[in-house]
């Protein structure tokens, strides 16, 4: 029997999906609930699983196709036998003879339906070898065709050399000459790979809110002596205790709805011509994955622990690298918080998430001398930057807004005592 693979309904806002990798070719056995192929939205990206067990029948959409909620991009054949089974009896039965006997080698495994995609490194091998890419099995991931399948192939045998001819000897040319000519034949290539739909909904929602919001960046150092301190003091406890580490963000995640309470202008939106301020605090949490930056958000972040804040942020890091973020989980958020020190950044404007008002940017922590009580001392210091909406807040909220966050990272005692 046969059955259709369909889109599935994937949120209330995406009408369509842009199809990824296959991880099952026509032809393979699969099993049920096992996983067929991604399917990238302008939000996330789903792993698609199989309904029934069988054997992958068809595939109706490629990679990079588009297909709309309800398609059919696949057919699934649930009486076929299973990839362990394909072969025929009389076959399998049946014993080699002397003369079919051949030196050992890896079998090669079956062609995909579509041309492969051929790597760069890949396309210079075949160059060299005279071969085409089409007598060349590719093996690695997405039916892609890598170096290594091509020099796998046996050499094609040298055609014989041509006769000697007289000729004027051409002059030599400067060494760097002969680098650039030799550069210019082979060695410059460009490798057009096509935006990915997260990459371009992202680009759209930046230039968006650099066209319809008034943006605007202030900026305050932090002292994390402190932070660093409780940390060291309580670190070991904490993780025996909830199994995971004290991190900085969840002291940034407290300090920032903490300020938000005092100006809640930063926890607002416009909404047509109106200001609507949220009674809640649902903090994004800005998380680098393979496709892209994913903002998965704490709902309810003023009722949440330290622990499980880290727990929470922790689980979104890992699921966010192996693209298994739930959509209903990036949906929403009053503030976002972006931690581009992690990668080293020392000082950065993040850009305003719509349709919120405002986006706290962190940075690296560095050791730098500092005055304190007419002394220059070493302390580790971090650069934090506000972008927030003007239409709605004013200069004075953000500049207090991110003095209040300096003053709750710096004695976070402030912070219970709320003063």
């Not at 890896?106 to 075949?126: C, D, E, K, N, T």
């Not at 007598?135 to 050399?161: F, H, I, M, N």
């Not at 704490?298 to 330290?306: D, I, K, V």
């Amino acid at each position: 029997m046969r059955i259709e693979l369909k889109v599935p309904a994937l949120g209330e806002s995406i009408v369509e999906v842009e199809v990824g990798d296959w991880l099952k070719q026509p032809g393979e056995a699969i099993r049920k609930d096992e996983p067929l192929v991604a399917l990238e939205s302008d939000k996330a990206t789903v792993e698609l699983p199989a309904p029934e067990s069988g054997a992958l029948a068809a595939i109706l959409k490629r990679k990079g196709d588009t297909a709309r909620i309800g398609e059919v991009i696949a057919v699934i054949e649930t009486s076929a036998p299973s990839a362990a089974a394909a072969l025929t009896p009389s076959k399998a039965a049946e014993p080699a003879k002397a003369g079919d006997l051949k030196p050992a080698a890896a079998s090669p495994s079956p062609r995909p339906a579509s041309p492969p995609r051929v790597m760069p490194a890949a396309q210079r091998a075949l160059a060299e070898r005279g071969i085409g890419s089409e007598s060349v099995v590719p093996t690695g991931p997405g039916g892609r065709l890598l170096k290594e399948d091509v020099l796998r192939e046996p050499q094609p045998p040298a055609s014989p050399p041509p006769a000697p001819e007289l000729r004027t000897q051409a002059p030599v040319l400067p060494a760097s000459m002969g680098a650039q000519a030799a550069a210019g034949a082979g060695g410059r290539e460009d490798e057009v790979v096509p935006m990915s739909r997260l990459r371009r909904t992202l680009a759209e929602r930046l230039v968006e809110a650099q066209h319809t919001a008034a943006l605007l960046t202030t900026f305050n150092e932090i002292d994390m002596s402190s932070v660093m301190g409780l940390r060291k003091q309580y670190g070991e406890a904490f993780q025996q205790k909830y199994k995971v580490k004290l991190g900085f963000m969840s002291f940034f995640v407290k300090a920032s709805i903490d300020a938000l309470k005092q100006f809640p202008a930063l926890n607002a939106e416009v909404r047509a011509a109106n200001i609507v301020y949220h009674n809640y605090y649902d903090i994004g949490i800005a998380v680098g994955s393979g496709k892209g930056l994913v903002v998965p958000v704490l709902r309810n972040a003023e009722r949440m622990s330290f622990a499980e804040i880290e727990t929470a942020i922790g689980d979104f890091g890992r699921r966010a690298a192996e693209n298994k973020l739930k959509l209903e989980e990036l949906q929403g958020g009053t503030f976002t918080i972006s931690n581009g020190g992690v990668y080293g950044s020392l000082l950065s404007t993040p850009i305003v998430n719509p349709p919120q008002s405002g986006v706290l940017g962190l940075h690296a922590i560095q050791e730098r001398p500092v005055a304190r009580e007419g002394a220059v001392v070493i302390r580790p210091m971090m650069y934090v930057a506000l972008t927030y909406d003007h239409r709605i807040v004013d200069g004075r909220e953000a500049v207090s807004w991110l003095k209040r966050i300096k003053e709750a990272l710096e004695n976070p005692a402030r912070m219970l005592m709320e003063v």
